[in-house]
């Protein structure tokens, strides 16, 4: 099988085997601090867009945005399974 013509689980093991060699290589916490940094950002940006409130109520008012944000996906996702299980599909 040429190199293009991976099936969907070769493309995904090939992609595993890189991450391996990725993380064996460099410290994680390194190769995903600019990501990590960035989605932080996301959420000071939202409660405070021109930085006018204190550091400390902006770091607190992100951190609820943040947990806000990830109660919000956990609820979706309950919900999903809950409907596929009422309609048999399991996963």
């Known amino acids: 099988m040429s190199r293009d013509r991976l ?4 493309r ?3 992609g595993r085997m890189g991450a391996y ?7 994680p916490r390194e190769t995903t601090a600019p990501a990590r ?3 932080l950002k996301r959420f000071l940006d939202e409660v405070d867009p021109g930085r ?3 550091e400390s109520e902006r770091l ?3 951190a609820a945005a943040r947990k ?8 979706l996702a309950s ?7 009422a309609r048999g599909q399991g996963r």
């Open 7 to 10: 099936t969907p689980a070769e």
């Open 12 to 14: 995904s093991l090939r």
């Open 21 to 27: 060699v990725v993380h064996a290589r460099y410290d």
């Open 37 to 39: 940094a960035a989605f």
């Open 52 to 54: 006018v409130l204190p």
């Open 60 to 62: 607190r008012r992100a």
């Open 68 to 75: 806000g944000y990830f109660t919000r996906l956990s609820f």
């Open 79 to 85: 919900r999903r399974r809950r409907q596929r299980k």
